[in-house]
């Protein structure tokens, strides 16, 4: 049998008591719960990591104009712009968050992880990680292996879809994802992964889910950057052992508990926050369909 | 419980963006089509219900369904250049937008599209999370999901034809998940539609055209290969 990933508490016990590492458990999972082969799951990773870095690169490079027009070369502007607020790279994290969620706006090719919206979040950090500091590139699959096995078990206690859980379930749980994997390669322990996990999840509660009109525009691509920025600041507590006091799978839980209890107008639906302002709803106009048919009742499929 | 989530589903799915719903699911249902008109069409009309009918031009849907006629899969780049593409393929299509169809699902599109002169008229849905439901093909009833093996066959209303057919694709050893016959009165018509976990022969599926009540008999094998 292998672990369920029920939750973060179980996991560290399961890996403890059979020796293993965080990654190799997901592997066992995998095997044992889908049937994969352990070189077919090497290949897939690789294939997304490869995904990843791509969008990175597309983003910054070609041409990304929305349809709505709300995205425009964004990336692109950040990455070239001669003042860096705070280092070179941290102004490429940014801009590489930025250009893989331009990408998937632009109708682009992205790896949704775990989600379509927050598909800027982990090939912005991981990318600049194994830049930074020279990381192989099996290092990082083992790394997004830290991460499946942390969205796994949210996905479990809480949600993942913004139309569940509000975009905490999307791009917070992008962030954790993050934050975990880059606490795995730099050498952190399981209690500093996990707790990484924690003081993500804790600046990420409370976060709704408002697109307007409903595209996965604004704030989307922002809060890929901003998640990405998150991710970074909680490794960087995580690994000085700096605790985030309430147990992580006391957070995810109060991440489920804030979901569940949010108003449906914050979760997709294009009803509130940003979607219900006044430049929010004229945007709305001008991008939705207007010329819509309405059929007389004889004439409605029955 | 059913099935435990992939960590593919975690990382994954590797698709064209913005959503999972109005891209991945909206290229499924057209290459759903498209295996049931037995090829790219040359003429399409696509309706887009409900939320559909607003907000199907801001994700790219209209994009994702031109796409997936012309045999694109999810995670084809080139579904963001289909307008070019149907015009070089000399594809012709119509898009169109009814808003108040409410027995249809929120995000429905129906498809009319002939080639030759071969018509079929397919509605489908998007379920979310790119999971697709084809609903009704040519006014039968279907409610398949293109996931697993397809056999869709259309048969003269005789008694017992439930039983032959499912112990045909028994002796394949194929397991069958689910299957449905919905009828359409005035010509005594019965639409078969099942799903199986794996394929089956061309043999058995030349053999069940070969009946005489059999009219017509359509395969879709995974619609993501
Ligand atoms: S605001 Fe909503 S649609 Fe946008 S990234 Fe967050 S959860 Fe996804």
Redesign the interface.
């Known amino acids: 049998m292998s672990y369920l990933f029920e939750s973060f508490a179980g996991w560290q016990s399961y890996c403890q008591e059979k020796d293993l590492n965080l990654y190799e458990s997901v592997i066992e999972y995998e095997v044992t719960q889908r049937g994969k082969t352990e070189e077919s799951i090497w290949n897939n990773l690789d294939k997304a990591y490869t995904v990843m870095k791509e969008a990175v690169e597309t983003g910054l490079k070609e041409e990304m104009t929305s349809r709505s027009g709300m995205i425009n070369n964004g990336a692109k502007k950040v990455y070239n712009h001669p003042v860096s607020v705070l280092s070179p790279e941290f102004q490429r994290l940014i801009s590489r968050a930025l250009a893989a969620k331009e990408v998937n706006s632009c109708m682009g090719r992205v790896v949704a992880a775990p989600t379509a919206g927050a598909s800027g979040i982990l090939p912005g950090t991981l990318y600049t990680l194994q830049e930074i500091h020279n990381l192989s590139d099996k290092k990082i699959l083992e790394g997004l292996l830290v991460g499946a096995g942390i969205a796994l078990i949210i996905e479990q206690k809480a949600s993942l879809a913004g139309a569940v859980g509000g975009c905490q379930a999307e791009t917070g749980s992008a962030a954790a994802m993050a934050a975990g994997a880059m606490v795995y390669c730099l050498g952190g322990t399981v209690s500093q992964i996990f707790n990484a996990v924690a003081i993500t999840i804790q600046c990420m509660l409370g976060l709704i889910c408002d697109p307007v009109a409903g595209l996965v525009e604004i704030p989307c691509v922002v809060r890929n950057a901003s998640a990405a920025a998150i991710a970074n600041s909680s490794a960087q507590i995580a690994l000085a052992d700096v605790s985030a006091v309430i147990p992580v799978d006391e957070c995810i839980d109060a991440m489920g508990e804030i979901g569940a209890n949010m108003e449906t107008k914050y979760k997709e639906t294009a009803l509130g926050g940003l979607a219900a302002t006044i430049t929010g709803q004229e945007i709305s106009k001008r991008v939705l369909i207007q010329d819509i048919e309405i059929l007389p009742d004889e004439d409605l499929p029955e | 419980m059913g ?18 719903s109005h ?1 991945a699911g909206v290229v499924r249902i057209a290459r759903a089509c498209i295996k049931i008109l037995g090829g790219i069409p040359d003429e399409a009309v696509i309706t887009f219900y409900n939320s559909f ?8 849907s209209d ?1 994702a369904i031109l796409g997936g006629l012309l045999d694109y899969k999810t ?1 084809d ?1 080139n ?2 250049k289909s307008f070019e593409l149907a015009k070089e393929k000399g594809l012709k299509y119509t898009f ?9 699902h929120p995000n429905t599109i129906k498809l009319n599209l002939t080639k030759g002169d071969k018509k079929t008229e397919v509605v489908g849905e998007s379920l ?1 999370g790119g999971i697709i439901n084809i609903a009704e093909v040519d006014g039968f009833h279907a409610n398949f999901s293109a996931q697993s093996h397809t056999l869709i066959i259309k048969a003269q209303d005789i008694s017992g034809a439930i039983a032959f057919i499912s112990s045909v694709i028994a002796q394949e050893k194929a397991n069958i998940a689910t299957m449905s016959v919905s009828r359409k009165g005035k010509n005594d018509m019965a639409c078969h539609v099942i799903e199986m976990d794996s394929g089956i022969e061309p043999l058995t599926i030349q053999y069940l055209r070969s009946l005489t009540w059999v009219k017509e008999l359509i395969y879709i094998p995974d619609i993501d290969l």
């Open positions: 099935t435990k989530s992939s960590v593919f589903d975690m990382i994954g799915p590797v698709m064209i963006g913005p959503s999972s891209t009918a607003r907000t199907y031009e801001g994700h790219g994009l995670d780049a579904i963001k169109k937008s009814i808003g108040n169809a409410s027995v249809y979310g």
